[in-house]
């Protein structure tokens, strides 16, 4: 989807997402729609996504009810009710699956309505201080509190002594913690009045304050307020991610991060809140206090897009004498516009919000000047973004949308300086059209160096600097092809730079054999390999040194695609042998002999391939296959005992060392009593691999 320095294939990200969803991975079903809708796609599933969506909507994907909400408005706020009330308002299982003693959501909540009746059970619990209602330690009153059951919550504090309204459960977490987290404010106004005590926090420094995001808009002042006049700290750091939704996912998005009641708000896009917890003395800079090694909120804010949480900390911080510099945010920017961490975080509103924001920052920015420069020493943010490969960054940039944006900037300048000639274009100033040749970082590269490349060669130097045939010596040109000088490249194949030159060394890269230069960018498989290789795929070249580079590192899919597409024509070069010291092989052998199996598919779609080519070992692509597909050092423990297994590979999980082929695993199947003798499970050949590499390890034994 990103690219990485090839081109997106939106339409292949959305094949893999497909294909992940309904094999049932939640990530990839929670965010499906999001991408059909970018990619162009339609979501055709036996389930509907308005389906789809609500479950992994209660199941705690904030990007699930975003797309919920644009699809279903009305049930989505259906939706996000019951989440609130029956799912500790972040998608948990504390009071439903988790719950203990054989009860279920639906009599349990039922029972709370009955104050009396509940309280009348109640007293037949013997020590109900310590009656625990789930799996992670809640107590009754935690579980009242997290549903939103006020008078529950009253009857149990007015006639149970031994439930105090500070109780803790087991993971150090109050009542009042819990009405926060699921945004219930007339119970967190109850507990608050009872004395509730705003200095405990859980293990994790979490607070109550930290859950104002779980609080509708309307109510926000007035539950935040009332925490912080009980005494709640705004300046608390939470010590690590947090996340309590059944939902399985590692994007940031789905996680809380360290830090402050500010940085939650940043992170769920709540300008109302920033601007309550800013609302209070001396609290601008809440915008740069930080968890260890984690960004701050005006960070968070800058590289999720979140104009409006940015401007208004910037006005804040203006407004309380507070010193910044816009360096960090601008980077953060610019780091926060890949487009797969976009359509996670923004949905379909993407492109939107990165353009907003990079809007704001111009504004704010014209004026400004970085002595040393932006993202790296001497980048401006044109190179910066272009250095770093976030296309869209540039894009942006060289708009004529932006273009009107900084004439618009100078005019306000001018209002302040009389004299145009006097409006000096900052040197490291965050954007500029004359950025576009300025000389940036240490090397100073800069469209200049092609002219002083001309001069130097016609002066008499070698085009390939080569001082003697025996030396090994990376050339000029694939210097700069590995560089991305892609100017200083082309002029030196204009110039009669040799692209068949060879060499064993490339920088920090040793190869085993004299490779082309061609071969060393399919070997390094990097970011922008494939930009390099279609700078010099015109240009003129033997067979036998094109063909060469068929085989070296066919690892990577993209870079193999683009030589099919240039030589897979040529049976010569399709089914061209390496030479002696790799055995004579063809590229299909290689492909095979790494189980690259995308290698594979794509070699064999071409029509000229010979697959009955034999290397010098006698060995056909075909023969190398059979011996891929067989499990190392394992023995099948069924009646056959083939060793080395062969095809799939049937683990035992409660014996030591129990393995069977596919043929023996199902004739144990249908035995009598196989079931109760064995659990098998499916072990793959890279897990077999994997573990024959730990055992391989050295160990150390313990002093």
Known sequence: ???????????????????????????????????????????????????????????????????????????????????????????????????????????????????????????????????????????????AASCGKLRAVEALLDNFPSLTVDQLNDV??????????????DIVESLLSRGADLTIATSSKESPLHWLISFNEDEVYVAGQALISAGAEVKSLTTKQINYSIFPSGIDFDNLPPGTPLTWAVHHDRPDI???????????????????NDSSPLEWAAKYHHRHCLEAMIVAMKAQRVNFTYQEFLEAAVHGADMFSMIFRSGVQYLDRVKNTLDYLLQETHDASFGTGLGGFGYTLLYYAISEGYDLVVKFLLAPKTEALLRTGRERRRAVVNDEDGMSIPRYGVFSEEHINNPCGIELRTPLLECILRKIVEAGVEVDAQFNESADLETPLLVALKNNALNIAQELLLRGANINAASISAGFITLEQLTTVLGHLAASAARGSIARMQLIFNQPQAAQDRATMLY??????????????????SDE??????GEALFYRIPLHFAVDAVNLSAVELLLDRDSIDISVQGSNYQAPLDLAYLAVLHQSIQCDGPCQRSPLPGRRWHCTTCPDHDLRETCYWALQDGQGSEDIHDFEEMTLKQTNDAVKKDWRVHIPAE
């Open 573 to 578: 070069v399709i089914n061209a042998r390496t």
């Open 1 to 143: 989807m990103n690219g990485l320095g090839t081109q997106p294939n939106l339409q292949e990200a959305w094949r893999l997402v497909l294909h992940a969803a309904a094999n049932g991975h939640q990530a990839a079903q929670a965010n499906a729609w999001r991408i059909a809708r970018v990619t162009g796609s339609e979501l055709a599933t036996i389930t509907s996504p308005q389906q789809i969506l609500e479950r992994q909507a209660f199941n705690g994907s904030r990007g699930a009810l975003q797309d919920l909400a644009i699809i279903a408005p009305e049930r989505a706020v259906e939706v996000k009710r019951i989440i609130k009330v029956g799912l500790a308002g972040v998608g948990a299982s504390f009071g439903s699956d988790d719950l203990l003693h054989g009860h279920t959501y639906g009599p349990s909540i039922n029972s709370f309505r009955n104050t009396t009746s509940m309280v009348e059970n109640m007293r037949n619990i013997r020590e109900i201080a310590d009656y625990k209602v789930n799996r992670r330690g809640d107590r009754i009153l935690h579980m």
């Open 274 to 292: 920033i601007k309550f917890l800013l609302s209070q003395p001396e609290s601008a800079r809440l915008c740069v206090i930080n968890a260890p």
């Open 172 to 185: 150090g977490e109050t009542p009042l913690l819990s009405a926060c987290r699921s945004g219930h404010r």
């Open 552 to 569: 070296d590192f066919a690892q990577n899919r993209d870079i193999l695609n683009e030589l099919l597409q240039h030589f897979g024509s």
